[in-house]
């Protein structure tokens, strides 16, 4: 499978959350339960929605925009735009094309491109069309800790030969939330979809009676400080830790040699109850300082979305549900497709804010 399938946009498209209804008619209720569905009572998934709608944009106008562009840098490279697509795993389940339709679009589109370690496509083929479109934005590569060090120095050798220009250690789920609507909706992996790049079998639990399959069988295999600074001595990638909710342990991490940060709640699947993204990003730029790269993902779904996460001090930001979205009706036409609504969103949102460059869009940006 090196190309992926060209199909028709629904119609009636006009921005991003258009897709929605589109998806939920072509997934059954068990994969819907998984996509949208967060933890216990997804207070945190929808705050991190309502989060940006609470935001209000300051404009300035009668501003000179001539030659305005939403060009950037990032870990000292240049993006067309500031967006990602973020980690979301077993893409295969919303469309048979998987991950492959994102690699494609995201390369079509200029943007930059997370795979996530239980991606159901191979690395190197995800990969492929993104090194062929010179102004593709970053690609990264998404992990979770395996208690199998040999195998993690393998996996991240294979990721640095495919071309991946940095690591992305998810820290905020070394156990699934308590996801309530999956349970319902008895979400199981089907056979023919699995982590293609992760192979083989987890380690069974060893308990003794009376032991906790959590605290005394799944914890200590869970990553560590001293997992922080074994991957910085065995990959010569930058570091990124996805999902640092607290500015003691951002600094930690920096003082361990890790480059920069995803602020993210996990899209409200792990922990419920934490604060939006919207909410968490602020304090932590003002921690760390201007020089270190964060990007935020949660509830992004509109251009001014992204322009206020800029505004609040994000480098970059993560795309998420709205692009599987998007993938499940329509394949990687459908994801390039929301890619350009949101880019053109973002320039237009810029236009009537006054905004030439994103370095314009500072706090002052926003209506307190």
């Known amino acids: 499978m090196s190309a992926p399938r060209i199909e028709a946009l629904p119609e009636g498209v006009a921005n991003l959350a258009d897709f929605e209804a589109a998806a ?30 609470r935001i209000r944009l300051h404009p300035r ?57 239980q991606s159901s496509v191979e ?12 102004e593709a934005g970053p690609l990264w590569f998404q992990l979770y ?20 220009q940095a690591l992305v250690l998810t820290v905020d789920a070394p156990v699934h939330g308590a996801r309530d609507r999956e349970r319902r909706a008895g979400f199981q992996l089907p056979d023919d979809i699995r982590a293609v790049n992760l192979g083989g079998r987890k380690k069974p639990l060893d308990l003794r ?3 906790s399959a959590l605290f005394d069988g799944l914890m200590p295999r869970a990553a560590t400080w001293r997992e922080i ?26 003082a361990r040699g890790v480059t920069g940060f995803v602020v993210s709640n996990h899209g409200g699947r792990a922990l419920d109850t934490l604060p939006a993204t919207a ?68 320039e237009i949102a810029m236009a009537l804010s006054g905004c030439r460059t994103l370095a314009d869009a500072g706090p002052p940006l926003l209506f307190d």
């Open 24 to 53: 939920r008619a072509r997934l059954d209720d068990k994969a819907w339960a998984y996509l949208v569905g967060g933890a216990a009572d997804e207070i945190t998934r929808d705050a991190n929605r309502s989060a940006w709608d």
């Open 61 to 117: 106008v009668l501003r000179d925009l001539s030659g305005g562009h939403t060009r950037t840098t990032l870990l000292g490279r240049t993006l067309q735009w500031p967006v990602l697509l973020a980690p979301i795993a077993y893409q295969r389940l919303f469309h048979a094309d998987g991950e492959l339709a994102i690699g494609h679009a995201a390369a079509a589109q200029c943007a930059g491109l997370i795979l996530s370690a």
């Open 123 to 134: 690395m190197e083929a995800v990969a492929a069309p993104m090194h062929a479109e010179p």
């Open 145 to 164: 800790w395996r208690d199998d060090r040999e195998f993690m120095q393998a996996l991240i050798q294979r990721v640095e030969a495919a071309g991946y």
């Open 209 to 211: 009676p009376g032991q």
């Open 229 to 254: 600074d074994w991957l910085r001595e065995h990959s010569k990638l930058p570091l990124l830790l996805k999902g640092v909710a607290h500015a003691d342990d951002a600094r930690e991490a920096l």
């Open 279 to 346: 909410e968490l990003l602020p304090p932590l730029r003002a921690a760390l300082g201007p020089e270190v790269p964060l990007l935020v993902d949660g509830g992004i779904r509109r251009g001014t979305d992204v322009l206020k996460a800029i505004a609040l001090g994000a480098d970059a930001v993560l795309l998420g549900r709205p692009y599987v979205h998007a993938l499940a009706a329509a394949g990687a036409l459908g994801v390039a497709h929301a890619l350009r609504l949101l880019r053109d969103e973002l």
